[in-house]
C-alpha cells in the first residue's frame, strides 16, 4: 500500500501514521527525516541540502524530489510506505506523477481549525523533564508546574496562538489544493480526525480499503 498522507498541523497525523506503518508493515517517510538522512550519509542531493541548510535558507523543490526519489528506492519501500509530509504543493504532486509512482490511496485527514488551535495552544511541556501536559485534556496538577518535577511549564513557538495561525493559513494555501488534486485523480479518501483514538484508526484503515 503506497499512501500519501495529508491534514493540517495539529491533525493527528503523526499518531495515526505510526498504526498505519505497523498495520501494513511498512515504513513512514518523512521529508525531514530524509532530509537529515541524506546529509548525514553525504549522498548528493544530501551534500546539495547541506549548502541551503547551512546558509539558513530553504531545501529548493529540485533537491527535496531528488532525495525522496532516492528514498522511495531502497528495498523497504518495496510493499509500500506513507509520505507524510511530501508533497506539499502542487508542483510537488506532479514531480511525484513525473517519476512513475503510483500511489494508492491518499489519506486527507480532517479536523477543523477551532480544534486544531484548542489542541494545540493548550500544550504546556517541561523544559527540564520534558513531560507533556494539556490545559484541557491533560492538566498538571495545579495547572502551572510539573508533576514530575515540579519545574514550571511553558508554551513551545511552535504551540503559540500566532505561530499555530501562521501554520494553518500555509497549509491552506499551500497544502490543501492537493486535496482537489487527488480528487479529481480519484484516490482522495477523506477521514474526521476528532474523537476516540482507535476509533479514527479504524475509520481510517476501512476507508484505506475499502
Known sequence: MKIILLGAPGAGKGTQAEKICVHYNIPQISTGNIIREA????TP???KAKEFVNSGALVPDEVVIEMVNDRLKQDDCANGYILDGFPRTVPQAE??????VQIDKVLDIEVADDVIMGRMTG??????????????????KDGVHCDKCGT????????????????LQVYHEQTEPLKDYYQNKGNLVMVEGVGALDEITAKILKALEA
Open 123 to 140: 500544550r504546556r511541556v517541561c523544559s527540564k523533564c520534558g513531560a507533556t501536559y494539556h490545559t484541557e485534556f491533560n492538566p498538571a
Open 39 to 42: 546529509m548525514k550519509n553525504e
Open 45 to 47: 542531493a544530501g551534500l
Open 152 to 167: 514550571e511549564l511553558t508554551i513551545r513557538k511552535d504551540d503559540e496562538p500566532e505561530t499555530v495561525k501562521a501554520r
Open 95 to 100: 514531480a511525484l506523477d513525473q517519476m512513475g
